[in-house]
């Protein structure tokens, strides 16, 4: 079953640290937004995670669903489904390795019936 996953860890190939800028707003809880790469190099089914920095208005990219996790969840992303998903982090570890710091869940939202 996809959903709800938690991933324990969101690599990032850039192997950057989460600046102090960052630590206060990647806490837990802190919606995160799954953006589709097919483009990119390293892994046909990329799915970057995103958050969007209040301070500057930007996008960042704090890194990727793990290539192991991330078929089921591309072949959605590529139909169009991406307003379906939930993202959050559940753990920050900020001394821990890149590819350690951020732990997140995903999960389908739930239809809200009127």
């Not at 950057?16 to 206060?24: A, D, K, T, V």
């Not at 953006?35 to 920095?53: C, G, I, L």
């Not at 192991?68 to 959605?76: G, H, R, S, V």
Request: aromatic share 6%.
């Amino acid at each position: 079953m996809l959903m709800p996953t938690r991933y324990e860890s969101v690599g990032c190939d850039e192997g950057r640290f989460i600046s102090p800028e960052e630590s206060y707003q990647l806490k837990v809880g802190t919606k995160l937004r799954l953006v589709r790469e097919a483009d990119n190099r390293h892994d046909p089914n990329a799915v970057a995670v995103m958050y969007d920095n209040k301070e500057t208005d930007e996008a960042v990219l704090i890194g990727y669903i793990p290539g192991t996790d991330n078929e089921q969840l591309a072949i959605l992303l590529d139909m169009g489904w991406t307003h379906l998903f939930e993202c959050c982090i559940c753990q920050v570890n900020p001394e821990a390795h890149p590819e350690r710091q951020i732990h997140l869940t995903t999960k389908v939202k739930r239809n809200k019936e009127n």
